[in-house]
């Protein structure tokens, strides 16, 4: 069974960027991956997603333009590189294992601890 562990939170300006990383152990990392957010008081939603290969990639409209997702298959590591940060980005950062990867995406069910984003005004 693969374990994620998510990392690289942590409070920041409006306009600023932060790098989240999620890192895999297990079994091999040959999955489609995805990033998720909640929000106080809202459902988990999806982000972004990346395949196996890297050769695919999806975004939230809300995202898109400001994040990028990327992936290291030898670290067993997905990254989230997020600029142009707004408050509305302020959540809790998960990321997960995909069953479909097409949006919406499926996640598989497996949940990383999570990583807290913080965005001031």
């Known amino acids: 069974q693969v374990q994620l562990v998510e990392s690289g939170g942590g409070l920041v300006q409006a306009g600023g960027s932060l790098r989240l990383s999620c890192a895999a152990s297990g079994r091999t990392f040959s999955y489609d991956m995805g990033w998720f957010r909640q929000a106080p008081g809202k459902s988990r939603e999806f982000v972004a997603t990346?395949?196996?290969?890297?050769?695919?990639?999806y975004y939230a409209d809300s995202v898109k333009g400001r994040f990028t997702i990327s992936r290291d298959n030898a670290k067993n590591t997905v990254y989230l590189q997020m600029n142009s940060l707004k408050p509305e980005d302020t959540a809790v950062y998960y990321c997960?294992?995909?069953?479909?990867?097409?949006?919406?995406?499926?996640?598989?069910?497996?949940w990383g601890q999570g990583t807290q984003v913080t965005v001031s005004s």
């Open positions: 997960a294992i995909l069953i479909r990867i097409n949006p919406p995406p499926i996640a598989s069910g497996s």
């Open positions: 990346i395949s196996w290969s890297s050769t695919t990639t």
